[in-house]
């Protein structure tokens, strides 16, 4: 009994080094700047547009290899990625909207014309 109890003691005694001593991971906690921080979301927003279908067909008829365009531009150092999104952002997006809204409006005001529609009452058809 005696041993037992010494045993039981060292045993304790062991346990308690080894959970002492056991190294749990260090947590760093630093500040990042807004600057990072914008950085880091622009990176993942010129990766992730590699993701889209549109652009992986668009790059496909274009003989570019989508994975190979991704890693490429995950290499790419902050300025670059800055330039690349700015040149995204000032790409016009629907500038033609007008265009094509206008085009429609002709297209129907000649197939009124030619009878072939009536959308506008004050279109007179031009076989009568």
Known sequence: MKYSLQIKRLFAAF???LLLSATVG????????????VQQ????HAVALFDRADV?????ALGVDAELAKSRVAAMSDAEIN???QH???Q???QDVLGLAFM??????ITDMLGATDVFPFVKNINR
């Open 15 to 17: 346990l308690s080094v």
């Open 26 to 37: 260090q947590a760093q906690a630093g500040m990042i700047t807004n600057q990072q921080i």
């Open 41 to 44: 979301l622009d990176r993942q």
């Open 56 to 60: 992986q067909n668009q790059l496909s």
């Open 83 to 85: 330039q690349l999104n």
């Open 88 to 90: 995204l952002a000032d």
């Open 92 to 94: 016009p997006a629907g």
């Open 104 to 109: 429609v409006f002709v297209v129907l005001v």
